[in-house]
């Protein structure tokens, strides 16, 4: 027991050392102005790429992609790419946070059901041409209007900054998605005003190098500090008098634990309503994500094309995401369902082997496997299949339970009308599924226009989830950190759902209830013949893109120092992929 006590108490020594040169300073980091945060933003951009390369090679490695496949671009894309981009974003705003200029540029209107609705991408010529056809807008709340947005956005700034006071935020990292951390540190210090103690996940802490190399201005200035450690460290740092308040991204059996305690005790504290965590909380948590396929008339390419969308969704990471689509929602009277699940099984087979890197998959898929006796397993080489099982229309384990693994239900609703089936879709994805973070809906574009174009807002004003995607993934969102990030509006403690709050929101908007994100139906060229104006060919963040791993280090050198110079060899490699 000595020994014991010995080996972890210089480990709770040096997190109080941490903590108490954070808080001395939160005060000074909350009243900096906004010049100064800009070239913190810049300096971390220098410093980003010099690392970048290692980083993500690091990552690949350690998540077990094999040695040159194009993979690897996943590490560039979900990781530096997307905090290169996050600065850019807080660069933008900051600069124009005089007055809140910053909004002036963006477009606003009315959704079918009154909501205001901002279009956040594109903001830049660049959004322009490297996601052309891209489009993401943020729905605000109820009652946010076009001429109360500025008094909803960036409030955090309505002081001057010698009015300011900080606080010390606990962000307890993610260990799947890179760039997770970073962002949420963003978001506490750049839009809260916090100073941060970062503890990073044990699957991924690999990563600390390079983010203490990259984010080195923040902390110099006794903005930031990163740690190392398991639950133990992180219960320590929940309950300790310097933490202020806690930002969790993980699973809501993780945030009940800290916020109302472990076993029958945390039980025992939720009958009673007495969390064993009273300091604030926010969380990004997992669901049981859907995929609404709607019923229309596709071309075989369309088949294709939407087959590997749906390979993306599932085995992006390697299933290991929190928005990875788990429930597949399947007109059972569409005459082109067979056809389209005999290409999705043709492309998880073609696509590069990707082994089950995250703690505990194995005994996930086993439990998978064990509830569904009728499942079908889609071969893919070398690494494990990919488990599809069908489901029934009720409750029950596959529609309550986040698997985090490559695995995938199948629900069928035999209703053969567009409108009455996107209708019964989403009752079953709000009334049925776990969580609320990200909702994907595939419709063909003549579709859309059969259904009327209001009415089908109309009908996905329904879809409580924090992301709905039309034609896209819901992970393009986390990407594009001007969109928020996180749950639908609405969970409390006590049923958490998929979490509290939002993070990334580079604009800072207050009040966001969902972002909507849309995306070309067919890719360049082939969207040249239904008249689409789009130059996006296969998106670089699909399974199937041959030039991912080129493109990744292509943009995030671009996104670290944007010019006219770099678009060839851009959009020369974006068309091999």
């Known amino acids: 027991m000595n020994q014991i006590k010995q080996d972890i108490t210089p480990n709770l020594s040096s997190l109080d050392r941490d903590l108490e040169t954070l808080a001395a300073a939160k005060d000074s980091w909350a009243r900096t102005t906004t010049d100064a945060r800009i070239a913190v933003l810049s300096e971390i951009k220098d410093r980003l790429l010099e690392v970048a390369d290692g980083w993500a090679e690091s990552a690949a490695r350690h998540k077990l992609i094999p040695p040159g496949s194009p993979l690897a671009g996943e590490e560039w894309i979900s990781g530096p790419y997307a905090v290169m981009s996050a600065c850019n974003g807080l ?32 903001n830049t010529i660049w959004d322009r041409l490297l996601l052309s056809g891209v489009e993401a807008d943020v729905w605000m709340e109820p009652g946010v209007t076009e001429e109360t947005l500025a008094a909803n956005t960036a409030t955090a700034y309505d002081d001057p900054p010698e009015a300011r006071e900080g606080g010390v935020a606990l962000v307890l990292g993610a260990g799947n998605i890179a760039s997770i951390a970073p962002l949420d540190v963003f978001t506490k210090a750049f839009s809260e005003h916090k100073v941060v103690i970062l503890k990073m996940n044990p699957v991924n802490e690999y990563l600390t190098p390079y983010l203490e190399a990259a984010l080195k201005p923040l902390i110099d200035r006794d903005t930031l500090r990163i740690v190392k450690g398991g639950a133990e460290i992180g219960s320590y740092l929940c309950a300790h008098d310097l933490v202020d308040e806690v930002h969790i991204t993980g699973a809501a059996a993780s945030h009940d634990a800290i916020v109302w305690g472990p076993g029958k005790e945390g039980a025992d504290n939720k009958a009673a309503g007495t969390p064993k965590l009273t300091k604030p909380i926010t969380s990004e948590l997992g669901a049981v994500c859907p995929t609404i396929v709607v019923p229309g008339n596709w071309s075989k390419a369309d088949l294709r094309f939407q087959a590997e969308h749906l390979a993306t969704q599932k085995l992006h990471n390697s299933g290991f995401n929190c928005v990875a689509c788990q429930m597949l929602v399947l007109p059972g009277e569409w005459p082109q369902k067979d056809a389209l ?82 209708i019964e879709a989403i009752r079953y994805a709000n009334d049925t599924l776990h969580g609320t973070l990200g909702a994907n809906i ?49 969970h409390t403690l006590d049923d958490v759902g998929s979490g509290i709050g939002f993070a990334h929101n580079t604009f800072m908007f207050d009040r966001p209830q969902r972002v909507v994100v849309r995306a070309p139906w067919k890719p360049f060229p082939s969207s040249l013949a239904t008249g689409s104006m789009t130059l996006l060919p296969r998106p670089p963040w699909f399974v199937t893109n041959r030039r991912q791993h080129v493109l990744g280090r292509l943009l995030t050198r671009f996104q670290h120092s944007p010019g006219w110079l770099k678009l060839p060899r851009i959009f020369v490699n974006a068309l091999r992929g």
């Open 442 to 490: 595939l419709i063909h574009p003549d579709t859309i226009r059969q259904v009327g174009h209001k009415r089908f807002e109309e009908i996905i004003a329904e879809l409580r989830y924090g992301t709905i995607a039309i034609n896209a993934w819901t992970g393009l969102a986390f990407l594009a950190a001007a969109c928020p990030w996180g749950a639908f509006p609405g």
């Open 91 to 122: 660069m933008q705003t900051l600069a124009g946070m005089e007055g809140k200029s910053f909004l002036n540029h963006l477009k606003t209107r009315k959704t079918a059901n009154g909501q205001l609705a901002v279009r956040v991408v594109p």
């Open 341 to 422: 699940l005999a290409e999705l099984r043709a492309v998880m087979r073609d696509v590069d082997a990707r082994q089950a890197y995250y703690p505990g998959a194995a005994d996930r898929m086993e439990r998978f496997a064990r509830e569904a006796p009728e499942a079908e397993r889609f071969n893919r080489g070398t690494a494990p299949a990919c488990i599809v099982a069908p489901v029934g229309a009720g409750p029950g384990w596959f529609t309550s339970t986040e698997v985090f693994a490559p695995a995938m239900s199948i629900h069928e609703i035999a209703v053969a009308d567009p409108a009455a089936y996107l």
